[in-house]
């Protein structure tokens, strides 16, 4: 079946060494379709200026594009307002302002962060940092063999000391979605707050914070089709209030005086200096695109294809899949015997395909798995079975290529 989306990135339509490129990487980054590469294009050729401070139509053009977006942010999510939309350099600068001005104004010796193995580096050392700086406990909520939580061991561990639950949405290894809705509920009853990392979720599915009822939820523009350097920081109304900015400068300040400044009001208190203004009119354009696919045939879309990568590459004799065999999506993280993960990306790369290979920013999760690193496949709108048609043709060659490995 032909893909019906893949003639909007441009980048696809290549070879590379040779053979069609097949990109399996949209994990780490996403490709981007026309419609975002225009935009950003118009708005350097059109219309560049920096917004709120101008009142000439080049100044307000951009203005109304900037803060344009991030209504589309808003509707995205399904925030109840603009004033909860916080722009960021990406999902790591989102998590480190909540830790860095939430959690430090709010922890102290005796409370709780409780977090998971299986977290991203962005989502881990910003909280063990908070810990040490607090005096506050770091905990983790075990792990069953796939990756997934049991819900009843999660309850036991949470109490009135827990104060803050920080965890992906989904794992960038293992594929696997939590129960956000369910640990918010938890957390809530004991009086304490949820930030999630949505970082690999926001492209892959619909996301209503609301529905939610998370406190904090992090997400970048690059691995959904936008821009890089643009990224969101989503928080209720009420704790953004009660948090103080980590930077300063100009465009987040309302009156400065020699000996104290007082801020603008949300959003714009912690979007201190000039803004990704590109950036965010970029990730506009990229919402638009994908809110025209349909984020239910999105995820409709990516789960199958995880299933269908899954179960294609099982066949393959000697390679190890990691992760839940059912209800993973967008990603398969697998070893090929004993070849080195960067062995298996070098031999696919010269075939023309994409994969990533290390400990994905996951140490800890390596540590867990027993496995020093692991090769990722991730998948995307613009990916379809013939890509996976073609890695699992390319990881029967690597096989042959190391054939000593399996002796």
């Known amino acids: 079946m032909t893909n019906p989306w893949k003639k909007d990135f441009p980048i696809l339509h290549q070879q590379v060494n040779g053979h069609p490129l097949v990109y399996l990487d949209s994990g780490a980054t996403s490709q981007k379709p ?11 050729e059109g219309y560049n200026s920096n917004v709120h401070r101008g009142v000439h139509t080049l100044g307000t053009k951009a203005t109304d594009g900037f803060e344009g977006a991030r209504e589309k942010i808003r509707k995205f999510i399904n925030a109840k307002s603009v004033q909860e939309i916080i722009y960021t350099r990406g999902t790591t600068t989102a998590i480190n302002l909540v830790a860095s001005s939430y959690a430090r104004m709010n922890l102290q010796p005796g409370d709780e962060i409780i977090t998971t193995v299986a977290e991203h580096h962005s989502n881990f050392i910003p909280w063990q940092q908070a810990a040490k700086a607090t005096g506050a406990t770091f905990k983790f909520f075990p792990l069953e063999a796939d990756g997934t939580l049991d819900l009843a061991k999660v309850a036991e561990m949470i109490t009135p000391q827990t104060k803050m639950i920080a965890i992906h949405h989904l794992s960038n290894v293992m594929g696997t979605v939590q129960p956000i809705k369910e640990l918010a509920q938890m957390i809530h009853e004991v009086g304490g707050v949820i930030s999630v990392d949505g970082a690999q979720a926001a492209p892959h599915m619909r996301v209503d914070v609301q529905d939610l ?18 990224g969101v920081l989503y928080g209720k109304k009420a704790l953004l209030e009660q948090m103080e900015p980590i930077e300063f400068g100009g465009e987040m300040i309302d009156f400065v005086d020699l000996y104290d400044s007082t801020w603008k009001e949300l959003p714009w ?10 950036g965010a009119i970029g990730l506009g354009a990229a919402i638009d695109y994908l809110e025209s696919v349909g984020m239910d045939t999105i995820e409709e879309h990516d789960r199958r294809l995880a299933t269908y990568a899954a179960e294609q590459m099982s066949q393959v004799e000697g390679l190890t899949i990691y992760g839940p065999k059912s209800e993973r999506t967008g990603l398969v993280t697998f070893n090929l015997g004993d070849v080195h993960p960067h062995d298996v990306a070098t031999v696919l790369d010269a075939e ?7 400990h994905h920013c996951c140490q800890p999760l390596m540590r867990w798995l027993k496995a020093s690193s692991t090769a990722r496949a991730s998948f995307y709108l613009y990916n379809d079975e013939s890509d996976i048609d073609a890695l699992v043709k390319g990881l029967k060659k690597t096989k042959e290529y190391f054939g000593h490995v399996f002796r």
Do not use: L, N, W
């Open 269 to 278: 208190k912690f979007e201190g200096g000039t803004p990704i203004i590109a």
């Open 34 to 44: 026309y419609p975002v590469i225009e935009a950003m294009s118009q708005y350097y």
């Open 213 to 230: 009822d998370v406190d904090f939820y992090q997400f970048s523009g690059h691995k959904m089709m936008g821009p890089t350097g643009i």
């Open 352 to 358: 023309g395909i994409a994969v990533r290979a290390g």
